[in-house]
């Protein structure tokens, strides 16, 4: 089992930032990849950026590009989202989560292939 959670939400006006942090615990060593999904009211659940565990090989979704940077700090077990120029549409709950066993590029967007999820968190972008 891993262990996943979120921290770092808020209330932010739109054109500014907030760093999301995830800290992972238990079995990290299982790990492949991290990622980061958001879900607004309404809709399904996301993808927003990935990272690769060992390679630190990173995924965005294109409305992010450009916005938004994740990174990781293995030797602490924690996966950042850096985010940047906010607008409405990224009022959602941010969700950590984790991939243990290994996929391709194309898979690693696929909210489905996740086993492993945080809680939650939420930025709510003012205009």
């Known amino acids: 089992q891993v262990q996943l959670v979120e921290s770092g939400g808020g209330l932010v006006q739109a054109g500014g930032s907030l760093r999301l942090s995830c800290a992972a615990s238990?079995?990290?060593?299982?790990?492949?990849?991290m990622g980061w999904f958001r879900q607004a009211p309404g809709k399904a659940r996301e993808f927003v950026a990935a990272?690769?565990?060992?390679?630190?090989?990173?995924y965005y979704e294109d409305s992010v590009k450009g916005r938004f940077t994740i990174s990781r700090d293995n030797a602490k077990n924690m996966v950042y989202l850096q985010t940047s120029s906010l607008m409405s549409e990224d009022t959602a709950v941010y969700y950590c989560?984790?991939?243990?066993?290994?996929?391709?590029?194309?898979?690693?967007?696929?909210?489905?292939?996740?086993?492993?999820w945080g809680q939650g968190t939420q930025i709510t972008v003012s205009s």
């Open positions: 990272i690769t565990w060992s390679r630190g090989v990173t």
């Open positions: 238990g079995r990290t060593y299982s790990v492949y990849a």
């Open positions: 989560a984790a991939r243990s066993g290994s996929v391709s590029a194309a898979q690693i967007m696929d909210v489905q292939l996740y086993n492993y």
